[in-house]
């Protein structure tokens, strides 16, 4: 996850480039709205999500975002404003950004909200993906380096599942509850055998298998930096 923050305060930039760093995400910056808008437009692909300064030096934030928009419309974006009436919010929507938060803000909140919009981005395309491997939940494939891998129903709602909950723990329980719809008396060990599966259709050759074992609670597809 890569996040594009164009923002001129460094002290607020600084923050949350750490912050978000912590959390795992890639996290670019640029001080000044000239040097924001070439960013943004030069690697809109590259990026996941973009934090815009409303206020800034050269470009406001609200001429990056009609920019921006012109370009793509799905690529989420935060508006970090100053100001504080509801007239410049709204307007900051109507233009095209998906949030806004006030300053000063608290960074939880922050994270709180770039997690519902990635969220709402990968529900919006259903494709989901590891490296270069592809699922795509709409036409129920799954690629590796462009090529078809052919699964079972269940291996392909078993890593659908792990995709979907990239970054965390899938606790076993939960997997067989989720994927297999068993809610009582179950042995957990028909999963094993899934992901073992798993492993042989989709690991590299001689490295370690994208799918971790977090021995005793369940597997875990880890989040690409
Ligand atoms: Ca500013």
Redo the contacts with the bound molecule.
């Keep these: 996850m890569r996040i594009l923050i164009v ?3 460094p002290s607020i930039a600084n923050f949350l480039k750490e912050g978000l760093e912590e959390e795992g995400f890639a996290v670019d910056t640029a001080d000044n709205g000239k040097q924001g808008l070439q960013m943004a437009l030069d690697y809109l692909k590259e990026y996941d999500i973009i934090l815009l ?1 409303w ?2 030096p050269g470009i406001s934030g609200i001429e990056i975002l009609r920019n921006i928009r012109k370009e793509d419309t799905a690529i989420p974006i935060i508006f970090l404003t100053a100001r504080d009436t509801t007239d410049d919010a709204v307007f900051g929507l109507e233009t095209g950004a998906n949030d806004y938060i006030r300053k000063p803000f608290a960074f939880d909140e922050l994270l709180a909200r770039i997690r519902v919009l990635m969220r709402t981005k990968n529900a919006a395309n259903l494709v989901l993906g590891y490296g270069d491997i592809i699922l795509d939940v709409d036409s129920h494939r799954v690629s590796k380096a462009g090529e078809n891998v052919d699964l079972t129903q269940k291996e392909f709602a078993l890593l659908e599942f792990l995709l979907s909950n990239k970054g965390k723990v899938s606790r076993r329980t939960r997997i067989i509850e989720k994927v297999w719809d068993i809610h009582f008396d179950y042995d957990t060990s028909v999963i094993d055998v899934y992901i073992n599966s798993l492993r042989k259709k989709l690991d590299l050759k001689n490295s370690e298998s994208f799918i971790e074992t977090i021995r005793g609670v369940g597997y875990r597809i880890n989040e690409e930096v």
């Design positions: 923002e001129d305060e300064d206020m800034l």
